[in-house]
């Protein structure tokens, strides 16, 4: 049975990983049809401005008006959750393809020639994966201040060393295998190699790495709305509303927290368990 045959065979085949990864790719196409089609809800008129604050009511408990309830800002709460999920989109997905447009040629370039260039490489790599990546993108947001492209750049700096340093093992291991010897012995240039015989050997675990990070990086971004140094105020974001609602919960307004937080919480579950059904197909040790 060939690889693409048993990947396919382990796809459909029911068990709970399997099962667990068609959860986490419903939850997480819910997540991306929700940021397409959000402008058009409050163009509709299905839901309210998030960013148009109510004289009255504020902080208003969940209810047919409004599902989620309003906070003590005036801003009903459904609106902002469900534009929160198009501004997490937009930053997970710039944030992780940087990272991987960066990262994967690096790692192809640095095993490849391995030498100086990979040692130089690889020192700098190791020196930013060491740092914790929540200090780091924090410590980029002073730098780079607040915005879309400019969240998504803090994200992505902490995770270029992950794809460089998964592309750079698996070039290190795949580039003494026959059939390389043979492309160069046919007189293929590096160049060629890299992109027609490395790439695309090494490249399979990639979309692993890529739904994990996008989990991870939810979780970043939420810890930089919290602190400030996310999104600009008029965005709405989950971690800048968690922030708004903190001082809310001791006098008993809870849903101000409750839904962007269960709304992270889920996206983030749903890509961490689409994650790890593509683990388990695209691994090839985990056939049985």
Not at 163 to 185: D, M, P
């Amino acid at each position: 049975m060939t690889t693409s045959k048993l990947k396919l065979t382990r796809f459909f085949r029911p068990s709970l990983s399997t099962n667990l990864m068609l959860i986490g790719m419903i939850i997480t196409i819910t997540y991306v049809l929700i940021a397409l089609f959000v402008p058009y809800f409050q163009q509709w008129g299905w839901i309210q401005n998030p960013t148009e604050s109510l004289i009255n009511p504020i902080h208003e408990p969940p209810g047919a008006t409004h599902f989620f309830g309003t906070n003590r800002q005036g801003y009903d709460v459904f609106s902002r959750t469900l534009f929160g999920t198009q501004a997490a989109i937009k930053v997970v997905i710039l944030a992780t393809t940087l990272s991987l447009i960066i990262g994967v040629p690096l790692g192809l370039i640095s095993g490849y020639l391995g030498g100086k260039v990979d040692k130089f490489l690889l020192f700098i790599m190791d020196t930013v994966y060491t740092l914790p990546g929540l200090l780091l993108s924090v410590t980029l947001a002073f730098v780079v201040g607040r915005g879309v492209f400019n969240a998504a750049i803090a994200l992505s700096i902490s995770y270029i060393p992950q794809y460089y340093r998964l592309v750079r093992n698996h070039t290190t291991s795949v580039k003494t295998e026959l059939f390389i010897e043979a492309a160069k012995a046919m007189g293929a240039t590096p160049i060629r190699v890299l992109s027609k015989y490395l790439f695309f050997n090494v490249i399979q675990s990639v979309p692993v790495l890529f739904t994990l990070n996008a989990a991870d990086a939810i979780l970043i971004l939420g810890g930089l709305g919290f602190l400030g140094l996310g999104l600009p105020e008029e965005v709405p974001e989950w971690g800048y509303d968690l922030k708004l609602a903190l001082d809310a919960l001791p006098t008993g307004i809870w849903w101000t927290a409750l839904f962007p937080g269960l709304a992270m919480t889920l996206m983030v579950t749903g890509l961490s368990l689409l994650g790890e059904g593509l683990s388990e197909i695209l691994n090839p040790q985990t056939q049985e």
